[in-house]
């Protein structure tokens, strides 16, 4: 068999991920020479390649049921493990998450804005005219502001005794406070007793009575609250002093300023708020 001598060496040269066995030398095919060309993997179909950079303006994954095409993804895909985003993720259509979802704040932007922070926070619109419906219940364990007024709790105290700045009160405690007011109120203002009074000196009179107490939000019962006639003259009141002792009420007169002492016939009735 004839043999072919080539005139002219050749030989092969290494390069990038591209190594040779066997041709660094000159080769004249004046003898058997074997020549490896290796690439550092397997790259047949069913391999496993790994490359350290790709660059290409379209890559089709698995029969082309997804697309990388202008910086974006075309069709359906899942992911199996942990995915990790190092910068903003924009999504057109809706995002369905089966399991749950942690953030460090949830910021909402359609026809409102809403935003729950990581501290527990939330803030719900960014104007004054934004409107928040509710439907159901309301649970509320702290307080709530509004217009910079703090509200930190209903009150159902009938009495209105803590007098509280911070303090909403019910329909039944506003309407037992107004009924047992009005009653007091109306009860007062009805007291209109006459009883006659008991000689003591020429300037004392004692009536065995007890002047009514004025309930809370009206002055006290004073001697402007009293009439007082002797022998059916009206005693002018400037001259005159009441005081409560027990179960008696005394009468002083100033003499002077009236103008008569008090005898042991004189009969002194008084009218106004006794208590029965």
Same mark, same amino acid.
């Given at each position: 068999m004839a043999r072919f001598i080539l005139r002219q060496p050749i030989s092969f040269l290494d390069g990038t991920g591209f190594s040779i066995t066997g041709g660094n030398e000159e080769i004249t095919l004046t003898e058997n020479t074997t020549v490896t060309f290796n690439i550092g993997q397997?790259? +047949? #179909?069913n391999s496993n390649v790994i490359f350290n950079t790709v660059t290409s303006s379209l890559f089709n994954v698995d029969d082309s049921s997804i $697309? !990388?095409?202008n910086q974006s993804i075309t069709g359906n895909t899942s992911i199996i493990s942990n995915f990790t985003i190092s910068n903003n993720l924009v999504a057109a259509q809706n995002v369905t998450v089966q399991g749950g979802v942690t953030a460090e704040e949830f910021i909402s932007e359609l026809t409102q804005s809403t935003t729950i922070f990581k501290s527990g926070s939330t803030q719900f619109g960014d104007t004054i005219d934004d409107l928040h419906n509710l439907t159901g219940s309301l649970s509320l364990s702290g307080s709530f502001i509004t217009n910079g007024v703090e509200v930190s709790e209903i009150s159902n105290d009938t009495a209105l005794t803590d007098g509280s700045s911070q303090a909403l009160i019910t329909e039944n405690a506003l309407k037992t406070y107004l009924t047992t007011e009005t009653e007091d109120f109306q009860n007062y203002l009805r007291k209109s007793f006459v009883h006659t009074g008991s000689f003591v000196s020429s300037a004392t009179q004692s009536f065995t009575a007890v #002047? =009514? +107490?004025a309930p809370s939000g009206i =002055? @006290? @019962? #004073? !001697?402007e609250d009293f009439m007082f006639f002797n022998n059916g003259t009206f005693m002018e009141t400037d001259a005159l002093t009441i005081q409560q002792s027990g179960s008696r009420m005394f009468l002083f007169i100033d003499t002077d300023s009236i103008g008569y002492d008090l005898d042991n016939n004189d009969e002194i009735v008084a009218?106004? $708020?006794f208590n029965s």
């Amino acid at each position: 068999m004839a043999r072919f001598i080539l005139r002219q060496p050749i030989s092969f040269l290494d390069g990038t991920g591209f190594s040779i066995t066997g041709g660094n030398e000159e080769i004249t095919l004046t003898e058997n020479t074997t020549v490896t060309f290796n690439i550092g993997q397997d790259v +047949s #179909t069913n391999s496993n390649v790994i490359f350290n950079t790709v660059t290409s303006s379209l890559f089709n994954v698995d029969d082309s049921s997804i $697309k !990388i095409e202008n910086q974006s993804i075309t069709g359906n895909t899942s992911i199996i493990s942990n995915f990790t985003i190092s910068n903003n993720l924009v999504a057109a259509q809706n995002v369905t998450v089966q399991g749950g979802v942690t953030a460090e704040e949830f910021i909402s932007e359609l026809t409102q804005s809403t935003t729950i922070f990581k501290s527990g926070s939330t803030q719900f619109g960014d104007t004054i005219d934004d409107l928040h419906n509710l439907t159901g219940s309301l649970s509320l364990s702290g307080s709530f502001i509004t217009n910079g007024v703090e509200v930190s709790e209903i009150s159902n105290d009938t009495a209105l005794t803590d007098g509280s700045s911070q303090a909403l009160i019910t329909e039944n405690a506003l309407k037992t406070y107004l009924t047992t007011e009005t009653e007091d109120f109306q009860n007062y203002l009805r007291k209109s007793f006459v009883h006659t009074g008991s000689f003591v000196s020429s300037a004392t009179q004692s009536f065995t009575a007890v #002047t =009514a +107490s004025a309930p809370s939000g009206i =002055a @006290t @019962t #004073t !001697i402007e609250d009293f009439m007082f006639f002797n022998n059916g003259t009206f005693m002018e009141t400037d001259a005159l002093t009441i005081q409560q002792s027990g179960s008696r009420m005394f009468l002083f007169i100033d003499t002077d300023s009236i103008g008569y002492d008090l005898d042991n016939n004189d009969e002194i009735v008084a009218f106004g $708020k006794f208590n029965s």
